[in-house]
């Protein structure tokens, strides 16, 4: 999807080959919804992309394809490629975003990695009544003062 580059007041447009290909692949990323534990990261891909163009201020001038295969590597070569923008950025404001997106990004990673190990735990028994430490009692009110052991 190609965007036109027009010299509007308050719109930037980005054709840095860098920064296309980033936002490009976050859009692949976000668009990866059939990859397992992908609703656990989406809100923090949203979050990044919006750090990375500055809520709208930094655009790219145009998209390129990207193939997403796995969303554990998608994710890694992201966060590669916003720390090498990051080790290249010149402008404080664009490092500023940089170091923030790629904090989300590796949030959404973390928490995507929690949630794969989490599904391939046993599930824990719910109805499992905590021990009883010798010497402890505790005691329930039925609401009227009265109290049973």
Known sequence: ?????????????????????????????????????????????????????????????????????DLRSGLADLEQRLTALLADSQVLQHSLRLHSARRLLRRGATLHRRGALASTKEPRSLTATPERRPGRTRSVSDGLGRVDP
């Open 1 to 69: 999807m190609a965007v036109p580059t027009t010299d509007r007041a308050g719109d930037v447009y980005d054709a840095a080959p860098d920064f296309v290909y980033a936002v490009s692949l976050l859009a692949a990323l976000e668009d990866a919804t059939g990859q397992e534990e992908h609703a656990i990261v989406l809100p923090f891909l949203g979050m990044a992309r919006a750090e990375l163009t500055e809520f709208g201020q930094r655009r790219p001038s145009h998209y390129v394809p990207v193939e997403v295969g």
